[in-house]
Structures are given as C-alpha cells and as structure tokens.
C-alpha cells in the first residue's frame, strides 16, 4: 500500500447562498481501497461526489488527486485525470448504442483530430478502430457485448446500471465513484453487482468510494466506512464500529437508542 | 429638457412592455414554457380595441374592458389547444409549438383581414398637455400611464390577496405539490394564461392609442422586447417585469434620444445578451442549478 | 466483410453523386428546365446546406439555435463584399463568407456555453436581429434597400458546396467527435463525467454549422441579384429550424429530405405567401402535438437500406450504426 493517499480530502465545503451543504470534511483513500460513503437523504453525499468531479467548486479546502491539487478543474479535466463516476439517476447516452456509450468514454484517449476525421484520413480509420476494438472487449467483460447495438435506452434497468458501470471503467479511473449503484435492484441482482464490483476491483486495480443505503451491500463489500450527515463527516471506521457508533444511529433515526 | 420629455416617453413606452412582460413571466413561472405567441395577443388586443372604438363606437373604458375579455378567452383557447398537450414534452418541443401558434395568428390575420395597417382615432382620449421641468406631458400619457399602474396594482392584489393567485404561486412553485394539496392545477394554469392575456390585451389598446397605428405584424418585436423586459428583472418574477418593462422602455428612448435611433430595437437584443451573458437570472431573480 | 460494405456504400455514393450532378447539368445547360425550376433546384440544394447545418447544431449537438438566419447574413454579405466591392472571383468570395460567418458561429458559441435550452434560443434569435438591425444600419452595404449582387451562382458551384458540405458533416458525425457532440445532446453532464471537453465540441459545432450557413448565404447572394435585411429576419430561421425539427431532431437524412418537400411545397406557394406560413404553423403544431419526432426521429435512411446484424458473436455492423 502506498505511503501518499490517492485521493486526499482537506477540510472540504461547498456553500451555496447561506447553505453550507457540505463542511470541513476530512477523508483519504489509500490505492486499492475500497471504502463505503453513508448518511441519511440529504446529508450531502452526492454533493461530495459533485465536489470530487468537479461539477462544483468547493468554496473551502482542497482536494488532491496523487499530489495534485483539483479545486477549480474542469469535469472533463478531472475525469482525464483519473476520477470517474456513475450518477444516482441514471444518465447513460439514451439515443446511443451501448457500444457507442461505451465507445465515448474512450474519447479522451483518441488520438485522431476532427480534421482527421473530414478527410478520412488512415489515422481516423485506425483510431476508429482502436476504440471499436477496445470497447468490445470492455463490453465482454461486463457481458453486454451481446447486446451492442440496443439503444442505450431499450435496456432494462438492471443493464443500463451495469452498462453505466462499464463506461465510467472505460475512462481508465484510477478512483471510481459509485453513486448509489444498487438502487432499485432486488437481492440477486444486489448480490451479483457485489460480486461484479469486488471483480472489477480486483481487475482493474481500481480504488473505489461508494454511496449506498443498502446497508448488507455497504458492510459486506466496504472495508472501510465514511458516515456524512447534514454536510459534515460524523463518523469514520470499519464496518463494526460503524454499525454500533451511537452518532451514526441517531444521524439515522433521529434519537438514541438506549 | 430633451432628456425629461425622453425621460416620460421612456416610461410610458416602458409600461406597455411592462404589461405584456407580465403575461409572459406569470406563464414563464407556471409552466416554463416562452410563450411566443404572447406578442400576437397583444396584437389581438390592439384590433379588438381599435374595432370596438371604430365600429361599435365605445369609448376607452368598455372598449379596453371588451380587448381584455376577448383577449382573455384567446389566452386561454391557445392554452387548452396548442400548451396542455405539450405538458410533459421537452421543453424544445414546446418552444417550437410556440413559434407555430405565434405565426398562426399573424398569418392567419393578414389572411382574413388583409397586412394593411389601421389607424386609431386620435381623439379617443382628453388631449390637453402639461408643461412640466420643460417637458411637455400630454394628459394622454398620464392617462395611459395611469391606466398601467393601475392594472399592475389590480394583478398585485390577484397574485398577493386572493385564492386564485396563491394557486398560481403554489403551481409555480411545485406543481405536483399543489396538485396534492388539492389545488386544480389546469384551471391555475388556465386561470394564469387568462390574466397574462387579458394584460396583453390591455396593452394593445393602449399602444394603439397612443402610438396609433397597428398591423398584423405589431405583436413581433413588442413582444420580444417584452420578453426581454421579463428576462431583465427576472423570469417568473411578477414585480421583476414591471421593472424590467420600465426600465428597458427607459433605456430604448435614451439610446433614440442622445442620436442612435436607427438602432433603438436593437437595444432590447444587446440588453437581453449581456443579461444572459452577466446576470441570467435577472435583476430579481435566484441561481437555480439542476441538480446532478 | 464489413470492410468490403463500406467500400461497396463508398463507390455507390459516388456513383450516385456524379449521376445527380450530371443530370442536373444536362436539363439546366440544354435548357429542358425553364428558369422556376432551375431557381427552385438550387434553392433546394441552398436550403439542403442550411438544414444539415443547423442539424450539426440542433440535432447533433443538442444546441437549440433559431438565429440560423443570421449566419445566412453574414456569409451573403460577406461574398457580395467580394464580389462586388473588391471583385474578388466568385470561389474565393464563397470561402470568404463562410470563415466570416464561421467567426460570426466561434462569438455566438462562446456565451452560448452559459446558456442552455430556452435561454440560449432567445440568445441566439437575439443575434439573428442584431445582425440584420446592423445590416440595416450600414450604408456601405446598402441599408434597407439592399445589394446588388451578380449572378454568379450555378449548378456546379451549388453541387460542390452540397457535397461538401454533406461529406463533412457525415464524416464527422461518424466519428469519435460526432459521438461526443450526440453525448452532449443526450446528457450533457455525463458527457463531462465522462472526459468529453463540452466546450469545445459546442463551439465547433457552431463554427462548422455557422461556416456552412455562410457558404450557403454566398450560393443565396449570388442567385438572386439583390440581398437586403429583411431576407434574413427571423422568418427565414424559422423556415430552416423547421427543416430540422419536421425531418426529425438528430437525422440529416430526415433534414435533407423535409428541406427538398419543403422547397417544392414553397415554389408552388411562392404566390401566397400567408398561405404558406399558415400551413407551415399547422404543420409544426400538428407535428409537435401528434409526432414530436418528426418524419425520421433520429434514424437516418442508411438504416433501411442495410440489414443490421445484432447480437450475434463476431456479429458484422453496418459500419454505420451512431448517426448518418
């Protein structure tokens, strides 16, 4: 385990007009990790994953990626830089193939200009074909290449989750961000999207942070947890201490249970 | 002074757009929908005016009174026909049926009634003038001017002090919420479309009465400029309009006033992108940011 | 294989191009069309430009701009300058209306990066009026009475900038920054997340689709002996924007094909002009209310031609299965 943390959080916020939604908020993933992010509706969580890729700015503290510092950067700047995400509301490209969603993650990595592409030159055709080769072989993986030319759209919900997973892989993040990826799923396809996260951890030598509400899910996978409640970090630990730190209980049902 | 007399024609242009910037922020609130036809009612307004004076022979009060209800009828038709269908489509698609409905009535009218202009009587209103700071102030503008303020301290009341208007505060705030509360939400928007419309129409007659010539095509750039009155003082913000209408009649008659006014109309349109560009949601209005 | 359908599409496309342009050449030069008919094909083949390039805009990209009128303008202007003024030959006065109209696109797509959906539409019609109120203003182009402009357009001239003009635009939909524009109009924020620069790809999108509208507006100025404001008010973006929308948002085909019926329904109704917009205004309505899609949605006409093989292991494609 390296030394550096790979994403290192200091002191974070985000003030929008008199709301602070997110403040002070310390948090470290080391490399390989794979760490779980909870709290109750409305605490901020999904603020904090806007904060990480940069669709906000935060107003207070910083955020450093392998040393480097992000506040400020563009989404697509950070997202080149290593952090991808998937969103609590689905938002694949509806109107495109599944392998063409998956075929635009690669974007950044191509190497052919629009001008190359006008004049159909060969280094269109080849980069073309780079990323079509590439992307099949990513859909193979996660079992959609079956289904590559659907629309996006016409996939049941289950896969466009799945397909949405694949294409934030197929940005090569080094940090994943999973926005609450089980939702809406039963306990098989909880369970197969356990496995499927453990799998791709392990493969694509990735640090994952998690948002969920499905606690089996959060303390069956996380090795670690961080609680956020009303914008501020609450709690930090292992799964065990999580589950029993009185904080983290009333954040959740409001009072303490004696 | 040159400037005073400019000063006053700014501001009754002003309450002209004003009026119809009404009709399209209360709509603009309820149903984020750009209303581009909401220029044409107050074209609508301005015939009905000047055929009820011309033709029936009524004299201001009953013949403003008539363009309001007819207008009002109008809003409402376009609403029920062309909007509510259209309810849950994009917003690009409602835009587009927007534009369809506007040059429906403009070329609908040139085709019944012909594109040649009419004018209105110019006697319609006591013409005696004021003589104020150098300025000259026909009792014309007073009167239209009063009228103006009167109608926007009438809809403050409607918006402020009455069922109906709250219904239409709650549906521009949460439709869904309102519907729950009980609250019917077509006739809300209905009742929304009829007062803006009635507004409109208010301010066809007045127009008429004090710049006197009106044609099928007069709805255009008032009601773009009108548009952009409401997009000044903040889209959806009922006092935002009123200030908006004012302040860009103010500016246009400045900028026609120290030499450019060959390019009064372009005011509104370089107005309107330093707006969007500097300050989008308006002199009144709050950031919403969609949420991710 | 696939290789091997490309080919076969790529030489069939030629064929079929060099077959159109011939044809056209024969009935015009032999004087088998009269003169309405010649006007009405090269004002089809203007208005085809227009329509696939406010589609590389709009249906590609997902920018909803109705101020297309505007680059007309000023790619007319710009050529009738050259022509008349600087009497620069015809080729380089065309080029010349397209990169000032492609500038007229990069300051319009820069703010519009601010903007989205209803508020960049009136932003955008907004620039369409400042342009004419400007045009109107300035003598040295004639004010409100206009250009005189030479006759200079012809059938080889609208046909080379036709085919260019769809070749580029294929060609860059069918690639990588093609599908980066369609992410930006499917989900603009999961574009972001996903690397796509927004910026840019939104602001190319308005210089090449402006840069075409301005060669167009050269074809324009050049066919009809006199420019003047009025041409290029609003009206004339709403007759593009609806090639666009009653094609079907995100098909050229659909645009191309709405902007040919389109052209014909208008030269038979050159007479009544009220007429015309009132069916239009209904049609629009209609469409909008009972088929929002238009006539192709977002399909193009390649795709009832080739068989698509899905789902099968090693499967071919159709080479073409994004957009075009």
């Given at each position: 385990m390296a030394n550096t943390p790979l994403l290192k959080v200091d002191n974070v916020g985000i003030q929008f007009g008199g709301l602070k939604a997110v403040s002070g908020v310390n948090a470290?993933?080391?490399?390989?990790?794979?760490?779980?992010?909870?709290g109750p509706n409305g605490a901020g969580k999904t603020t904090f994953f806007n904060l990480l890729t940069g669709v906000y700015v935060p107003t207070e503290g910083q955020i450093m990626l392998n040393g480097e510092r992000l506040n400020g950067l563009a989404p697509y700047q950070i997202t080149r830089k290593g952090i991808s995400r998937t969103f609590q509301n689905i938002r694949?490209?509806?109107?495109?193939?599944?392998l063409d969603n998956v075929k635009v993650a690669?974007?950044?990595?191509?190497?052919?200009?629009?001008?190359?592409?006008?004049?159909r030159l060969p280094s269109h055709f080849s980069g073309e074909k780079e990323m079509e080769e590439k992307a099949i072989e990513f859909l193979k993986i996660f079992k959609l290449d079956g289904l590559r030319y659907e629309m996006a759209k016409n996939l049941p919900y289950g896969q466009q989750r799945r397909l949405e997973i694949a294409r934030a892989l197929a940005a090569h993040p080094k940090l994943l961000l999973l926005d609450e990826p089980a939702a809406g799923m039963n306990p098989q396809e909880t369970r197969e999207l356990m496995e499927l996260i453990a799998f791709i951890r392990k493969e694509f030598h990735l640090t994952i942070l998690l948002i969920e509400h499905d606690m089996p899910l959060v303390m069956g996978v996380c090795e670690r947890i961080y609680v956020l409640d009303?914008?501020?970090?609450?709690?930090?630990?292992?799964?065990?201490?999580?589950?029993?730190?009185?904080?983290?209980?009333?954040?959740?049902?409001g009072e303490e249970v004696s | 002074m040159e400037f005073v007399q400019q000063l006053i024609n700014g501001i009754s242009l002003g309450s002209i757009y004003a009026l119809i910037a009404l009709g399209y922020t209360m709509v603009y609130g309820i149903i984020k929908l750009i209303n581009f036809a909401h220029g044409d009612v107050f074209m609508v307004g301005a015939f009905v005016g000047f055929y009820a004076i011309t033709g029936l022979g009524m004299s201001f009060f009953p013949a403003l009174l008539l363009a309001m209800a007819v207008c009002s009828v109008f809003g409402v038709l376009i609403e029920r026909i062309a909007y509510k269908p259209l309810r849950n489509a994009t917003r690009i698609a409602a835009l587009i049926t927007a534009i369809g409905v506007s040059l429906f009535i403009e070329y609908g009218t040139i085709y019944v009634r012909g594109a040649q202009p009419e004018a209105y009587p110019g006697d319609v209103l006591p013409s005696t003038s004021f003589h104020i700071f150098g300025a000259t102030i026909s009792s014309q503008s007073l009167f239209i001017l009063g009228t103006s303020v009167v109608l926007m301290v009438l809809l403050q009341f409607i918006v402020h002090k009455t069922k109906i208007g709250k219904a239409m505060r709650a549906v521009s705030y949460d439709a869904e919420a309102a519907r729950l509360m009980g609250i019917n939400v077509d006739n809300t928007i209905s009742a929304t479309f009829a007062i803006g419309s009635a507004l409109a129409g208010a301010a066809g007659v007045i127009f008429g009465l004090y710049y006197i010539k009106i044609e099928p095509l007069m709805g255009i750039i008032p009601g773009l400029k009108a548009f952009v009155a409401a997009v000044l003082g903040g889209i959806g913000i009922i006092p935002g309009a009123m200030v908006g209408g004012l302040l860009l009649g103010v500016i246009e008659s400045l900028v026609s006033a120290v030499g450019y006014s060959l390019w009064r109309d372009g005011v509104a349109f370089v107005v309107l992108i330093l707006i969007l560009i500097f300050r989008p949601s308006g002199l009144f209005g709050k950031n919403v940011r969609e949420k991710v | 294989m696939a290789n091997i359908n490309r080919k076969k599409g790529f030489w069939l496309s030629i064929v079929l191009a060099l077959a159109v342009y011939v044809v056209g050449q024969v009935l015009i030069s032999g004087e088998i069309l009269n003169s309405f008919y010649i006007n009405t094909l090269f004002?089809?083949?203007?208005?085809?430009?227009?329509?696939?390039?406010?589609?590389?805009?709009?249906?590609?990209?997902?920018?909803f701009s109705i101020g297309h009128a505007?680059?007309?303008?000023?790619?007319?202007?710009?050529?009738a300058i050259f022509t008349m003024k600087l009497q620069m030959p015809f080729g380089v006065a065309l080029l010349v209306g397209g990169l000032a109209a492609a500038v007229a696109g990069l300051i319009i797509g820069i703010p519009s990066l601010r903007l989205k959906g209803d508020y960049l539409a009136i932003a955008t019609l907004g620039f369409g009026e400042i342009v004419r109120i400007f045009l109107l203003n300035v003598d040295y182009v004639g004010g409100a009475s206009g250009m005189q402009v030479s006759h200079l357009t012809d059938w080889t001239w609208v046909f080379a900038c036709l085919l260019v003009t769809i070749i580029v635009i294929v060609n860059f939909t069918n690639s990588t920054h093609g599908r980066a524009c369609i992410s930006i109009r499917e989900n603009e924020i999961a574009a972001d997340a996903m690397g796509i620069n927004t910026t840019y790809y939104k602001v190319a999108a308005f210089v090449i689709g402006s840069f075409f509208a301005g060669i167009a507006g050269g074809l324009y100025a050049h066919n009809f002996y006199i420019i003047q404001p009025t041409n290029f008010g609003f009206l004339k973006s709403f007759d593009i924007l609806i090639f666009v929308v009653l094609g079907g948002l995100g098909s050229m085909s659909g645009a191309v094909i709405a902007a040919i019926l389109l052209t014909i329904v208008s030269a038979f109704l050159q007479d009544y002009p009220e007429t015309r917009m009132i069916i239009y205004s209904l049609v629009l309505v209609v469409m909008m209310i009972y088929r929002p899609k238009g006539l192709m949605g977002t399909k193009e006409i390649t795709q009832f031609f080739t068989k698509k093989r899905q789902g099968i292991e090693g499967g071919e494609s159709d080479g073409k299965h994004t957009a075009a």
């Open positions: 470290e993933l080391h490399q390989g990790e794979l760490v779980g992010l909870i694949l490209f509806g109107e495109l193939s599944v690669y974007h950044s990595l191509a190497r052919h200009s629009i001008l190359s592409s006008i004049l009303h914008g501020q970090l609450i709690a930090q630990g292992s799964p065990e201490e999580i589950r029993n730190n009185p904080k983290v209980i009333e954040a959740y049902l | - | 004002f089809m083949a203007i208005n085809i430009i227009l329509a696939v390039s406010l589609h590389l805009i709009i249906g590609i990209t997902g920018q505007g680059f007309l303008a000023v790619g007319a202007y710009a050529s």
